[in-house]
Every structure is written in C-alpha cells, then in structure tokens.
C-alpha cells in the first residue's frame, strides 16, 4: 500500500466485470518522467489465456498512460517463445520494433532468448 502514495506507481488488478474475481494483473513496470515513457508488464491466470482480457486490459492501460499520465511512448515486451503475449501487444494497437538476441535465459528450458519489444506513441 506504501508504493501507491508515489506519483508514479500504477498497479492493477484485472477482475471479472461479472463477479470481480481476480484474474490477473497490469502494471507499469518502468517509468520516465524525462523520457515520458512507460514500460507495462502482465500476468494472467492460465485458465483466463486467450480469452481477450489481456488485449483489453491493455487497451485500457495504454489509453490511460498516454491521455492521463501523458506519456509520449508505451513500451512492453516478451520472450520470444511466448508469441501469445506478442499477439496480445499487437491486438491492443501496439506495433514491433525490435528483438534483442539471447537476451534471457528462460526459467523453463534454462536456454537463451531474445526479448522482442513492441510499443505505442502518442
């Protein structure tokens, strides 16, 4: 709770509009206030996969951070062996821009990845 009395920490939490039953969260994971920039990162339940939530809770969180924070650029990114994420990105308006080579090493397979970002202006 301490984290939301600084200006600049954004954390959701995505609930079912139905019953609010949590079912993941949205967060801004860096922020320049120089560069006004942002990078947003997420983590869903698996059952709630590929269901359309993601897309739009990042809609949302993009539309807020450029219309209400005023950022100039929206960043996220992924490994590169978890494409659905990359669609989520895509979907939410969001267009590629590069891919870092080798860049992780998946906690999973314990072999490298690159990271591929995505990002969004003004």
Same mark, same amino acid.
């Given at each position: 709770?301490?984290?939301?009395?600084?200006?600049?920490?954004?954390?959701?939490?995505?609930?079912?509009?139905?019953?609010?039953?949590?079912?993941?969260?949205?967060?801004?994971?860096?922020?320049?206030?120089?560069?006004?920039?942002? $990078?947003?990162?997420?983590?869903? %339940?698996?059952?709630?996969? @590929?269901? /359309?939530?993601?897309?739009? !809770?990042?809609?949302?969180?993009?539309?807020?951070?450029?219309?209400?924070?005023?950022?100039?650029?929206?960043?996220?990114?992924?490994? $590169?062996?978890?494409?659905?994420? %990359?669609?989520?990105?895509? @979907?939410? /308006?969001?267009?590629?821009? !590069?891919?870092?080579?080798?860049?992780?090493?998946?906690?999973?397979?314990?072999?490298?990845?690159?990271?591929?970002?995505?990002?969004?202006?003004?």
């Amino acid at each position: 709770m301490e984290s939301y009395k600084k200006e600049f920490f954004f954390d959701w939490v995505v609930v079912l509009k139905e019953n609010n039953d949590p079912i993941g969260e949205i967060s801004c994971v860096k922020f320049s206030e120089g560069h006004r920039l942002c $990078e947003i990162g997420y983590c869903y %339940g698996s059952k709630f996969w @590929k269901q /359309g939530y993601g897309t739009e !809770a990042l809609k949302a969180v993009i539309g807020y951070m450029l219309n209400n924070v005023q950022v100039d650029i929206v960043i996220a990114c992924h490994i $590169e062996s978890n494409a659905t994420s %990359g669609n989520i990105m895509k @979907k939410a /308006g969001m267009k590629f821009d !590069a891919v870092l080579s080798n860049y992780f090493v998946n906690k999973e397979t314990e072999k490298r990845e690159g990271q591929v970002f995505y990002s969004i202006m003004r």
